[in-house]
């Protein structure tokens, strides 16, 4: 990646976090609890089961540590 779009990268995410600040939040808890240990990410998709390393999806961002647990496809 060169300089000029890792730039566009970063003026991206900055942007999103002063757009969203909730979702920014959120993101940041379940990162959080879950390198600490509090939140258990599952090896299987809650929607299909298939086997992988899913992605915590948000319903409501105020419940920053409740999320569906959903892979890519889902």
């Known amino acids: ?3 000029q779009s890792e730039g566009r990268a970063v003026s991206k ?8 600040p ?3 939040a959120a993101r ?8 600490s240990g509090r939140l258990i990410r599952p090896q299987n998709c809650a929607e299909c089961g298939i086997e992988c390393k899913p992605h915590g999806h948000h319903e409501d961002y105020a419940e920053q540590l409740t999320v ?7």
Do not use: K, T
């Open 22 to 24: 909730e979702r920014h």
């Open 1 to 3: 990646m060169s300089n």
């Open 68 to 74: 569906r647990w959903l892979c890519s496809r889902c």
């Open 13 to 20: 995410q900055r942007l999103s976090q002063r757009l969203y």
């Open 28 to 35: 940041a808890a379940v990162y959080a609890a879950v390198i």
